[in-house]
């Protein structure tokens, strides 16, 4: 089998993968695909369609909604709660150049788009000198092959396909090539990297380079290389989280079409006659006259008076309404009734909830690619990092508050516990320590204290 085959489940997995990324890259890149999102209408020549795609609305409901559940999750920041002292104040850990913040907003975007990312803890040498996280979109990891022991997945095969400019034939020209970089086991348990690119000569992919990574010498026993998941970090694929959300915009997309076609050709004023002769050449104008010999010559305009739009509008109504369902919340319109806090977090819980179980499976993937990065970049400590999964809490309000300082005063409850209420409350910073609140207060009721002994003074 030549390098680029891809799995079973890529093969189809592949549609979904297309469509849910078109409906996020907005406007421009579903219309791009033309028929495959649009279908052209019977008897409709290619430019009528053009003009028959490019009347149609694209309402990018789903972009939106994975802005938000992203900003959900990145409501707080992530918290470090052990680690290499190196990582906390590294400013890049990815190729390409940006920070653990950043790369994590890299990685919960496409696990929503495509239910599917894969993080590779690369070296920039052979011989383990710096270690970085390389990250690839679904489409991009093409093949796979792991086997299952104890219980566990261990990556036995890892195929990736990367792009690499090659210099054109002058200084300022260059073109965009494909290359696939493979990852393996070899006979002796040694994890192998190749990298395969295309020969004209032979009409086909082969390889350019081979080597073991190396760690201080030895040899690594196994594929640095994780897949994140919506739900754990198995090679499984599954179901992109926004697909059926992607679904239904597409056909609000399709409807929008039919709807502003049809706008096009009703709003148009059309002349009809009747009793003219056919070779006269009639033209509308206030300066033009139109004469008919026939006394019984007859002209009007067409006037729509079906019910066909009415239908269609309703069904954008519809479609509109269940994209809110589904987790499009900016298009929901607003409650006529004023809804109780407690109503409104049942009724999003389910959301929450698998918003919450995909930040959970996140953070345990990038904690293995970072424990990876710790052992080759030679620090010491475990890594412990955790996403936000707290998406519907806001400030205390006074009588929560007021609950929670009784319970301090009456000895029901500790300072560490009433910190850490106050802190998941956002009513202190999350970077503030308990002991930093304490010295802050004692140093503010010292102010208080000699405030009161200066006015003693002055009086």
Known sequence: MPVESQHEDYKKAYPLWRKCRAVIMGEEAVKAEETLFLPILEGQGYME??????RALFY???????EGLSGAIFRKKPEIMASPEALRELDSISSEGLGLEAFLRGVVSEVLT?????????MESQNGKKAYLSGYAAENVINWRAERKGGLERLKLVVLRENYLEAGEDYFSSKKKVQYRVLRMDEENRYRVSLFRYHEESERYSSVEEFIPRIRGNPLDFIPFVFCNPCDQTTRVFKPP??????????????????EHGRHFTALPTVWVAGFDAETELKIGSQTAWVAENPDAKAGYLEFTGQGLSALENAMKEKQDLMAVLGARLLEEPKKAVEAAQTHRLRRIGENSILASLARSISKTVNSALDWWAMMSGETGKVCLSLNNDFLSGPLEAKEITALMDAWIKGAMSWDSLIFNFKKGEILPEDRTKQQEKELIELEHKTEITSEKDKKHQK
């Open 49 to 54: 369609y053009l003009s028959y795609r490019d």
């Open 60 to 66: 990018a409901a789903t972009a939106r909604t994975l």
């Open 114 to 122: 495509t239910g599917r990312y894969g993080i590779l803890v690369d």
């Open 242 to 259: 926004l697909a059926d959300l992607a679904s239904v915009n597409l056909s609000h997309y399709r409807t929008s079409a039919d709807l």
